[in-house]
């Protein structure tokens, strides 16, 4: 079996515990001090790996600002957006609800910024997954009050603005960074986004990183599954299909991103959230289906 193939699951499994991660690093660091220090070490990686099989570099410099610019988009706003709404007080239910509208933006955007057609059984699918998400966490939003929502502005906001960023990053990455090795693609991401990253993280936050091994655990699966394997997979699938079908996988990731915080922090989960993760997961199919 190809990876090409096995790709679809393996980015969903990988990047569903970004949701675990930040949970877990959260008492360790500050959200945007962290994500400059992964973006830092996932730029070092790639470009070691990048020169050890001499990949070939841009010949231009409109090549690297694309590929830059992609990774501002891609990592520094979307992650930097999500962590930061998160570590102000937003629900992860919120945020996942917020991120869930990604690939209805992306079905509505497709026809005029990639020439993308949606077919019909498409856009039901679309629609069924969004409806499944909605039943996945609508338990986790039921017993927050209006209270607990009401300071709650500028961390939507902020969210609601990362969910806009990763969705124009996808349409950017298709028009403007169709070709070049993936290894220098991602290089040049990670640093546009620890450039971006760490005049806020120096703005904003006391630059908390605390030296214990939980922090560098939670560091290293970031930076090597989630920065590296993960974000790999998407660019790859990016470039060989629709950008509609790749968005339509995020649906996947809060029942995914659900299990795993049932198995690792003993959240509940209840038939019902099971049965629309079922639903969810047949929508997905409906929406990336080739024929």
Not at 119 to 140: E, M, S
Not at 171 to 181: E, H, I, L, M
Request: net charge positive; hydrophobic share 60%.
């Amino acid at each position: 079996m190809s990876l090409v193939a096995v790709a679809p699951a393996l980015f969903v499994l990988i990047w569903s515990t970004g949701w675990i991660v930040a949970k877990y690093a959260a008492p360790f660091a500050d959200p945007l001090t962290f994500l400059a220090v992964r973006f830092a070490c996932a730029f070092a990686l790639m470009a070691l790996i990048a020169l050890v099989v001499r990949a070939e570099w841009p010949k231009s410099r409109a090549g690297y600002g694309h590929a830059m610019t992609s990774g501002v988009l891609l990592h520094a706003i979307y992650l930097g957006g999500v962590w930061w709404a998160v570590a102000q007080g937003l629900p992860a239910g919120i945020s996942a609800l917020i991120a869930a509208i990604q690939p209805l933006m992306t079905a509505g955007l497709a026809a005029r910024l990639a020439g993308e057609r949606i077919r019909p059984v498409q856009a039901l699918g679309i629609a069924i997954g969004f409806f499944g998400v909605l039943g996945v966490i609508g338990p986790k939003l039921v017993g927050l009050s209006a209270a607990a929502l009401g300071g709650l502005g500028w961390p939507v906001f902020v969210n609601i603005l990362a969910m806009v960023a990763v969705t124009l990053g996808t349409f950017y990455q298709k028009r403007f960074v169709a070709s070049g090795d993936l290894t220098v693609v991602s290089t040049l991401q990670y640093a546009g986004a620890f450039l971006c990253i760490l005049p806020l993280a120096l703005l904003f936050e006391p630059l908390r990183f605390d030296n214990r091994w939980e922090t560098w655990a939670a560091l290293a699966w970031s930076v090597i599954p989630l920065s590296i394997g993960a974000i790999g997979l998407m660019l790859m699938m990016i470039r060989r299909g629709a950008v509609s079908r790749v968005a339509a996988l995020i649906y996947l990731i809060p029942p995914t991103a659900a299990i795993e915080a049932y198995v690792m922090f003993g959240e509940t989960l209840s038939p019902v959230q099971i049965a629309f993760m079922v639903l969810t997961a047949f929508g997905v199919y409906l929406a990336t289906r080739t024929e």
